[in-house]
């Protein structure tokens, strides 16, 4: 039998384990392991502030989060507000008026869940993470990156993966994935290749530790591969080094 064209040209997943492993540890060396987690709002505020984030820069949408709170001090009082004032409220992120009547639909919805209880989404710590995350990606905007943000980041500290650009640029550069590979598969394929045990502390360094590299070496434009402490076995890399050389490459600026 002839090998199919992706057996033939992507390594197994055995050989992307042990990659994704071995980069695992490089970039916790470069970057430094265990990281700290920076949020710690509860699910149904991680929800919100992951939805506000959506196409929009990190201070922009942190002001919006932050206008929001100020408003309306409980995510009830967003749900029944005039949506004309949660979109005035959310105006520093990209497309309040998109954004706006989704956040107050989400409510609802959970709302419904909690069957007029606390409007919060605890419950999710008692499902299976599959299940979790298939509750959460059946609201409207919320796709796989959000909904491991929101069991990763948040209080629940759930072992869910999310993939943004960063992460999954180097991931595909170093072959971990197939280069037409988009983000939404990047999730599942990306967390098949880690350990099924690893605690939320693990799976969030590995996160983190990509999205620094993505950050502070492998740049979309530009990308420094002669100081890339992964250049050994990037694919990538070697290609736009030439033997033998290790530095001096135009860097840019993250982004």
Same mark, same amino acid.
């Given at each position: /039998?002839?090998? %199919?064209?992706? %057996? ?12 994704? +492993?071995?980069? @695992? ?8 392991? &265990? ?8 699910? =149904?505020?991680?929800?919100? %502030?992951?939805? =506000? %984030? ?12 932050? !206008?929001?709170?100020?408003?309306? &001090? ?7 507000? &005039? ?16 954004? #706006? ?15 007029? $209880? ?11 993470? &599959? ?16 909904? #491991?943000?929101? +069991? ?6 759930? *072992?869910? /993966? ?5 992460? @999954? ?20 394929? =990306?967390?098949?290749?880690?350990? *099924?045990?690893?605690?939320? !502390? ?8 990509? /999205?620094? @590299? ?11 591969? $002669?100081?890339?402490? =992964? ?6 890399? !070697?290609?736009?080094?030439?033997? $033998?050389?290790?530095? $001096? ?7």
């Amino acid at each position: /039998m002839k090998n %199919s064209p992706t %057996s033939a040209t992507e390594p197994a997943l055995a050989e992307r384990q042990e990659l994704a +492993l071995w980069a @695992h540890a490089k970039l916790c060396t470069e970057y430094g392991c &265990p990281v700290a987690f920076f949020a710690t709002k509860d699910p =149904l505020s991680e929800l919100i %502030s992951s939805l =506000l %984030s959506h196409r929009t820069r990190n201070q922009d949408s942190h002001r919006a989060y932050q !206008q929001l709170r100020a408003r309306f &001090p409980t995510w009830d009082e967003v749900r029944d507000a &005039p949506t004309a004032e949660v979109e005035a409220a959310i105006s520093p992120c990209t497309w309040p008026e998109q954004k #706006a009547p989704r956040l107050q639909q989400i409510l609802r919805e959970v709302g419904q869940r909690c069957e007029g $209880g606390p409007c919060d989404l605890a419950f999710l710590a008692d499902l299976p993470i &599959p299940e979790a995350r298939a509750w959460l990606e059946q609201l409207p905007g919320v796709g796989p990156k959000t909904s #491991a943000a929101v +069991l990763l980041f948040s209080t629940l500290r759930r *072992p869910a /993966m999310p993939v943004d650009s960063h992460h @999954h640029r180097v991931a595909q550069r170093l072959g971990l994935i197939g280069p037409k590979v988009g983000e939404a598969v990047a999730h599942k394929q =990306l967390a098949n290749l880690l350990p *099924p045990d690893w605690e939320a !502390q693990q799976v969030y360094d590995h996160h983190e530790v990509f /999205m620094f @590299h993505g950050q502070k070496c492998c740049y979309f434009h530009t990308p420094a591969c $002669g100081r890339c402490t =992964l250049l050994e076995r990037c694919p990538f890399g !070697q290609a736009r080094v030439p033997a $033998g050389r290790h530095e $001096g490459d135009v860097e840019q600026p993250a982004t």
